[in-house]
């Protein structure tokens, strides 16, 4: 199954999480820790996460863990190593969770 995000959609005009669903909540938090990783090492080429794919909603079996990486279009491209869980994750770029290092020209 794969989770196309477009991470705005969580938060309001001002970056801040909207009022969400105990299940939104779950996979809002497991897509916030891949877009702080991935932000942070965002030069690597792939990230192993410490982040079980199972973290991602209630009652999953699944005990693999999640890889991701950054496209050239800020896209977060994410898999977990044991089943066929993935996803995108969009318009993440600028937002709090973005913990990438900024250069001042």
């Given at each position: 199954?794969?989770?196309?995000?477009?991470?705005?959609?969580?938060?309001?005009?001002?970056?801040?999480?909207?009022?969400?669903t105990?299940?939104?909540?779950?996979?809002?938090k497991?897509?916030?820790?891949?877009?702080?990783?991935?932000?942070?090492?965002?030069?690597?080429?792939?990230?192993?996460?410490?982040l079980?794919?199972?973290?991602?909603?209630?009652?999953?079996?699944c005990e693999?863990?999640?890889?991701?990486?950054?496209?050239?279009?800020?896209?977060?491209?994410?898999?977990?190593?044991?089943?066929?869980?993935?996803?995108?994750?969009?318009?993440?770029?600028?937002?709090?969770?973005?913990?990438?290092?900024?250069?001042?020209?």
């Open positions: 199954m794969t989770l196309r995000t477009n991470f705005r959609c969580f938060l309001d005009e001002e970056g801040k999480v909207l009022a969400l105990e299940q939104a909540k779950i996979v809002f497991f897509l916030s820790k891949i877009v702080l990783s991935v932000s942070e090492n965002i030069e690597q080429p792939l990230i192993q996460l410490d079980k794919c199972n973290s991602r909603a209630t009652a999953l079996t693999g863990s999640i890889e991701a990486t950054c496209s050239a279009f800020d896209t977060i491209d994410w898999h977990c190593d044991s089943c066929e869980a993935s996803g995108t994750i969009s318009n993440w770029y600028g937002s709090q969770w973005d913990r990438q290092a900024r250069i001042l020209h």
